[in-house]
């Protein structure tokens, strides 16, 4: 892929996503080490956003229909922009096929704009690749010319649910490699937080090969040759030399190699991706990086094979048996330079210096670079995640939510919606741990008992049915490292049901009592609930004739086979042949009568987070076998069925606007001509 010059704002976008953010640079006072000991306040107003938002544009599609961009806010969108004519474009079709089909599971959408003259050659490219998408047809290349200032032969674009523009990737180079579309692919994989192709990596035995390649070098007429090299720890850089962030990673990597005894120095293999020796030549003398092997990548093959795309430098630590044992995208003046000196130092067999964060939180790379099987435990629990699950559900920009989902949350140095560091996403080593683990906070974890801190999040609100001794071992280092004995076919089962959702969450000691026998306490509820489809769930199965059919009874009556509830044997039981009350609050044998406690006899949730606690409940049926992409759309769903006393702009998860805020919207509304109608 070729890099095109973009205006300042999308650059803009380019660094802070691509790249992460800037933190602390470490001058400031020490905050405090607790992670939050306290339950977490999630009240922070949602900052304006610095991504330039997703224009206002409206067109045909290549079907005739009329499709507005405003239709896609509410919902992550993968726009695809493509001119049939250009090799480029088949390249990048071919990428959208390997991740189209995911969308559903996965919540986003993928919409194509044809910048060609014609719609048949349009739709016969996505034809050719099986892509069954909306298709705009913007024969003039209007909004890629809105949103990059200029024009492009193809390009794939991000959209996130607030109609921000937030990664962007531009074709029209170079298509060399074995598998070009599937570089895009996993870069789309990256962007929309998908499950990966690769097997997990259980620990240093499962790291990845790295790609073998010959390569001319810069002096002489000798070719290096990666095969060459097993038994010895390399780095290879994937660098432009004149790119100040490449400079900067080379001169660390050379400060770094100069602490060690010369023994130890890992090679350093620079990879250069523009093919002028003379002039990269004159750079590695003027930078002092006689340590170097600099090559070249004339064809883009290694470039491809290693998944680099345009960003520059990358840098690959590969261990002795020339597998990656580290990946670093970027490079970040607060960040990536210690993280190297210690991957370094680490891969070399010396001592790994402690060069966690003075102020703020140094993520998980961190910590792993010494407690590495720790770390590898922790990528296969539903912690490592937890972030993705709100990307996925358009909410990772709700203040509501992200503080249970990422490292820090308000804290100085810690994950901010003005800050997104992408290293402090999910449930990370400093939640638990505390900033920087025991050597920044010791006293933090008393006995190794982090029962504090687990509710902290895990509370009524958003956890129903939280026991700390049952719930730990789903994230203990030490259960999860037992799994690695396993046989692979054992291991990956159990991971697969550690992940399931929980089943039977609502109480169950109780009998069942039927839903009338709550009318006369919240009449304004059972009258509410009387019209809505839950009470009319029995009467669909029997228009499908599946009445009888206990498999689905389960899900269209109330305590099916359980004490009181209903029966097939008997026909008395009309306020139990529902969906009623007590299938969402649980059993209220202990609940009615004059004399019964009102509280903590049955669940209330009109305090209960509607996407933590109620999608749970509802999802024992609604799940993805009988209502996919439920849970997508819970919220609406919980508004429609809304009866109790509690409004739904009080509930304790308020749903985020379904549009941007004002300004962004003014922005969507005003700042650009739409589609055909502009001239």
């Not at 660098?239 to 190699?257: I, K, R, V, Y």
């Not at 406690?597 to 799940?623: A, E, F, R």
């Not at 769903?637 to 985020?656: L, N, V, Y």
């Amino acid at each position: 892929m070729t890099r095109l010059a973009l205006p300042r704002s999308f650059l803009l976008v380019l660094l802070l996503l691509v790249l992460p953010s800037a933190c602390s640079d470490g001058t400031e006072p020490s905050a405090s080490a607790s992670s939050g000991s306290a339950e977490v306040e999630k009240t922070a107003a949602r900052p304006a956003r610095r991504e330039p938002p997703l224009p206002a544009f409206e067109a045909a599609t290549l079907s005739g229909e009329r499709l507005s961009l405003s239709s896609l806010i509410g919902k992550r969108a993968l726009l695809f922009f493509f001119n049939p004519s250009v090799p480029s474009a088949g390249v990048m079709a071919e990428a959208v096929a390997r991740i189209a089909g995911q969308r559903n599971d996965h919540n986003f959408r993928v919409i194509g704009i044809a910048m060609s003259n014609e719609t048949g050659p349009a739709q016969k490219l996505l034809d050719e690749h099986e892509i069954d998408i909306p298709t705009l047809h913007d024969p003039q290349a209007r909004l890629i010319n809105q949103i990059l200032r200029r024009g492009a032969p193809s390009a794939l674009i991000l959209v996130d649910a607030e109609g921000y523009l937030v990664k962007a990737q531009l074709g029209g180079g170079p298509t060399g490699g074995d598998d070009p579309a599937g570089t895009i692919a996993g870069n789309l994989r990256d962007w929309l937080r998908l499950p990966g192709e690769e097997p997990i990596a259980y620990g240093p035995d499962d790291r990845p090969p790295a790609p073998l390649f010959t390569a001319p070098r810069l002096e002489g007429d000798e070719f290096f040759q990666l095969a060459e090299h097993k038994g010895e720890p390399l780095v290879l850089v994937f660098f432009w030399h004149t790119c100040p962030h490449c400079h900067e990673a080379l001169d660390t990597l050379g400060e770094s190699l100069e602490t060690m005894p010369a023994e130890k120095r890992p090679k350093v293999v620079a990879i250069s991706v523009d093919h002028k020796p003379a002039a990269v030549r004159e750079a590695v003398k003027e930078g002092g990086w006689d340590y170097l092997t600099v090559v070249f990548d004339p064809t883009d093959e290694i470039r491809e094979s290693y998944g680099t795309g345009a960003v520059v430098p990358v840098v690959y630590m590969l261990d002795e048996e020339l597998r990656i044992a580290s990946r670093t995208s970027g490079w970040r003046e607060d960040r990536d330079p210690p993280l190297a000196r210690m991957r370094l130092a680490q891969l070399a067999g010396a001592k790994v210096p402690m060069l966690l964060h003075s102020t703020g939180y140094s993520g998980d790379e961190f910590c792993g670079v010494c407690h590495s099987s720790e770390h590898a435990t922790w990528e296969l629990t539903n912690h490592a995640g937890a972030f993705d699950t709100l990307v996925r559900h358009g909410e990772d920009g709700n203040p509501e939510c992200v503080g249970c989902h990422v490292v820090g949350w308000e804290e100085k140095g810690g994950w901010a919606l003005d800050q997104r560091s992408p290293d402090l996403e999910g449930v990370g080593c400093e939640t638990c741990h505390g900033r920087g683990g025991p050597h920044l906070s010791p006293g933090l974890i008393v006995k190794n008992d982090y029962r504090e801190v687990c509710t902290t999040c895990h509370n009524s609100t958003h956890s129903l049915g939280f026991e700390y001794e049952s719930f730990l071992p789903r994230v203990s280092h030490a259960t999860t490292r037992a799994l690695f004995a396993l046989p692979p076919a054992e291991r990956d089962k159990a991971l697969a049901e550690r992940r399931q959702p929980r089943k039977d969450l609502l109480p169950s000691r109780a009998a069942f009592v039927g839903s009338d026998a709550c009318q006369s306490c919240h009449a304004k509820e059972f009258e509410t609930w009387s019209g809505q489809p839950h009470a009319a769930a029995l009467g669909s199965l029997a228009a499908r004739d599946e009445a009888s059919n206990t498999a689905c009874l389960t899900c269209h009556t109330t305590g099916l086979g359980k004490p009181g509830g209903f029966s097939l044997d008997s026909s008395q039981e009309t306020d139990l042949a529902a969906v009623g009350c007590e299938a969402c609050h649980g059993p209220g044998g202990d609940h009615i009568g004059e004399e019964a406690p009102k509280t903590g006899t049955i669940l209330s949730l009109g305090d209960k987070c509607d996407s933590c606690v109620i999608l749970k409940i509802c999802g024992g049926c609604h799940d993805d076998a009988n209502d996919p992409g439920f849970e997508f759309v819970v919220q609406d769903k919980i508004d429609a069925q809304r009866h109790g006393t509690t409004p739904a702009s009080a509930s304790a998860h308020a749903h985020p606007p379904e549009l941007p805020g004002s300004t962004a919207v003014g922005l969507l509304e005003r700042a650009l001509p739409t589609g055909d109608e502009a001239s």
